[in-house]
């Protein structure tokens, strides 16, 4: 599993190396880490 933000030249991932799906809670918490990896304008233009 893979969590993307991407467009306009940006591709920016976090990956799930594990066989089993994420627990929501740490679904949320690799959003946030791609959330703390992207700047400003990237985080403004999604």
Do not use: F, H
């Amino acid at each position: 599993m893979i969590i993307q933000a991407q467009g306009d030249g940006l591709e920016k991932s976090v990956s799930w190396n594990r066989a089993t799906p994420p627990t929501s809670k740490e679904g949320l918490s690799m959003l946030d880490e791609l959330t703390e990896s992207l700047t400003k304008g990237e985080r403004k233009a999604r």
